[in-house]
């Protein structure tokens, strides 16, 4: 069974940080590229940061760059999202992506991802 599991959301004040995981069971994350969405209530998903597969390349949103690192440890099959500098803005369920294609440098269209975890809610309130 392929799942793709989210872990280390939470509620933090703005300017706070969290640890995002996603870790993968039944299926290897080595050899592609991982992406992290978000979706706000009443807003569409938009992607966050992707990995590529080989050469672990990132690539982040506008909105995220300076504060948010994607990193990805091949031999744990997990990769993780840190979040600094938080702020409510951010609030969103976060979801974790793998590309459809092997050896993808990954990018923000959902489109050219297959397996998805179910999300992890994060909430920056004061």
């Known amino acids: 069974q392929v799942q793709l599991v989210e872990s280390g959301g939470g509620s933090v004040q703005p300017g706070g940080s969290l640890r995002l995981s996603c870790t993968a069971s039944g299926v290897t994350l080595d050899d592609f590229a991982i992406g992290w969405f978000r979706q706000a209530p009443g807003k569409e998903r938009e992607g966050v940061s992707c990995?590529?597969?080989?050469?672990?390349?990132?690539d982040h949103a506008d909105s995220v760059k300076g504060r948010f690192t994607i990193s990805r440890d091949n031999g744990k099959n997990t990769v993780y999202l840190q979040m600094n500098s938080l702020k409510p803005e951010d609030t969103a369920v976060y979801y974790c992506?793998?590309?459809?294609?092997?050896?993808?440098?990954?990018?923000?269209?959902?489109?050219?991802?297959?397996?998805w975890g179910p999300g992890t809610q994060v909430t920056v309130s004061s």
């Open positions: 992506a793998r590309s459809k294609a092997q050896y993808d440098v990954g990018s923000s269209f959902l489109s050219e991802y297959d397996y």
């Open positions: 990995i590529s597969s080989e050469d672990h390349t990132t």
